[in-house]
């Protein structure tokens, strides 16, 4: 296990910034309670607030990997301890730049990189699943029709 190298750099903290798959986006209100993520290709191009700091996992850390150990509780209490404020805990890069955080060994890394494909896969799966299920309600009672569906459209925010 690797203690004490810098995993991280930060990118960015621009209001609007448009993200990058790959990028870890960390809440800088809530960051102890977890609100931390990597970016998927599904959420590529979408818009962040200046109130999230956006990193990247140096070469050759994954950033599945760093997430992980991000939003440990023991991360989350480090988090916690160096962050300002009371009952509206805030974190900022210059905080957190120098925290010391574990890195599992390769072999771990290959067993945890595979157990996250799989729950994507069976994530996908069960979206799917669901998918089905609301067709099914939708289709018999027809409530996926032009009127609706033109309702919402001209009430849909811009992503």
């Known amino acids: 296990m690797s203690v004490g190298k810098r995993f991280l750099h930060r990118t960015r903290n621009i209001q609007?910034?448009?993200?990058?798959?790959?990028?870890?986006?960390?809440?800088?209100i809530a960051a102890s309670?977890?609100?931390?993520?990597?970016?998927?290709?599904?959420?590529?191009?979408?818009?962040?607030?200046?109130?999230?700091t956006i990193l990247k996992?140096?070469?050759?850390?994954?950033?599945?990997?760093?997430?992980?150990?991000?939003?440990?509780?023991?991360?989350?209490?480090?988090?916690?301890?160096?962050?300002?404020g009371i009952n509206r805990t805030r974190v900022?890069?210059?905080?957190?730049?120098?925290?010391?955080?574990?890195?599992?060994?390769?072999?771990?890394?290959a067993q945890v990189l595979?157990?996250?494909k799989n729950a994507r896969h069976a994530k996908q799966v069960a979206m799917q699943s669901l998918l089905h299920a609301r067709q099914l309600v939708e289709e018999q009672f027809d409530l996926r029709n032009?009127?609706?569906?033109?309702?919402?459209a001209a009430f849909k925010p811009p992503k």
């Open 92 to 109: 900022r890069w210059e905080l957190i730049q120098d925290l010391i955080i574990p890195y599992p060994e390769d072999e771990l890394v």
């Open 16 to 28: 609007n910034c448009t993200e990058s798959v790959q990028e870890i986006v960390i809440s800088n």
């Open 114 to 116: 595979e157990s996250i």
């Open 146 to 152: 032009e009127t609706a569906l033109g309702v919402l």
């Open 33 to 52: 309670y977890g609100s931390i993520a990597v970016i998927t290709e599904d959420l590529d191009g979408c818009v962040v607030s200046s109130e999230y």
């Open 57 to 84: 996992a140096l070469p050759p850390y994954k950033p599945e990997i760093v997430h992980l150990v991000l939003r440990s509780p023991e991360v989350r209490a480090d988090i916690l301890l160096a962050s300002t």
